[in-house]
């Protein structure tokens, strides 16, 4: 059989895998309906006999603003990725195009280490493929109707450990340990990002109150920024360079081939023509930028920060167009980049500097209420639980797969 018929089969099994699990994911959100409906009556008929009291409800820390943020922006950015992942060329292409590429200017423990996830997804690429499909949408589901308690921690520590698998398979460390690393390019990876941002979501509600939470994670942006800033000023790494051998314009040229709308090909093009032309002065307002936001960060002070945000979120604005050209086009995206995941981040670090959660306002640890007891008083709740379930299910109904080929294929 040739490879066309092959690529054919194994993206007919992809469709095909995905429609049968999607009969799953239909189910499991018609079950959450079901369970809802029961619930609400149950709540009615108690309330109808005045067996549930105005204590009924137990006491919830409510969410920290930037908590919210980060929750409800990096659940959207998982279901998103997880859409991409569904793209016809994910079992075929992902691997020859993107996974292995990733990993060519790394030392060679890490080439073999994405070699043997590559062998998993090469194995059995149908299967695989779809798999990602449901882990990255049932942990963006997840975190959406999950907005605090044991579920919603739960639901940061698996964006964690996902973020983190795919950071160090995937993405080969965000080529960290390769050339070329920069700030521009997507450096440090975006998994990582997503995976810090789980790691926030997973503390507990004391870590949001007060600032000094906001304030560690806009220093530590500020740190990183002026660590990035250093690597694109370091000299002999061809970022200072124009022309096609430069580093940064060789990499947009590049981009610019990528198929996407005209007006989008044509802002990105004229880009890498005006780097090649003016190579040294692309990358002195580069580094200059770099540093003047990474200190503002770093500073830590409200009024420094907001500037440093605004100006952050500008740069990110203008790298994500014009050097990372959006990061999902082209039929083999998976993901928007490091510029949207960082910009998030950066955001959300300034809002818990100045919206703090008072400590007075984290509910008292109490022995938790019986569920049903709980269940029927609180319909809201109920609703939260059980599609909380069902998230972790369709989680499961990708993951199980996944890790059954990579047991097979040892």
Known sequence: MGNGHRDHAVIVAFQRDLFHQGLVVLALGLVVLIAWSLTRRAQLERAAGGQIGPTGAAAETPEAPARRLLRIGFG???IFDGVLQGQASMPNSLVPQVIKPAAQSSPVWIQHMVADASRVWSSHPATAAAAAVWIQ???????????????????GLAGAAWGLIIWAGAEAFGQVFGSGLSFLTGAPGSALIYAIAGGLIALPDTAWTGSGTGRLITRLNGVFLLAMALL????????????????LSAMVHDMAQTPQPPLLAHAVGRFASFDAAHGWAVNLFAVSALVVI????????????????????????????LIQDLGFLGGIGTDPNTAVPWALLLVAGYVALVRTVPAAAVAPVTPPARWPDRLAAEPAYALRAVAALAAVGVTILGAAPMAFDALASR
Not at 137 to 155: D, E, F, H, K, N
Not at 233 to 242: E, L, N, T, Y
Not at 294 to 321: H, K, M, S, Y
């Open 137 to 155: 949408i049932g942990i963006g589901v997840w975190m959406l109707v999950a907005p605090a308690g044991r579920w919603s921690r739960a639901a």
């Open 76 to 78: 959207l950015l998982w």
């Open 232 to 247: 694109q000023a370091w000299p002999g790494r061809g970022f200072w360079q124009g022309q096609r051998r430069g580093t």
């Open 294 to 321: 990474g200190a503002a960060l770093l500073v830590g002070r409200p009024a420094l920060a907001r500037l440093g945000v605004i100006a952050g979120l500008v740069f990110a604005t203008a790298e994500w167009v």
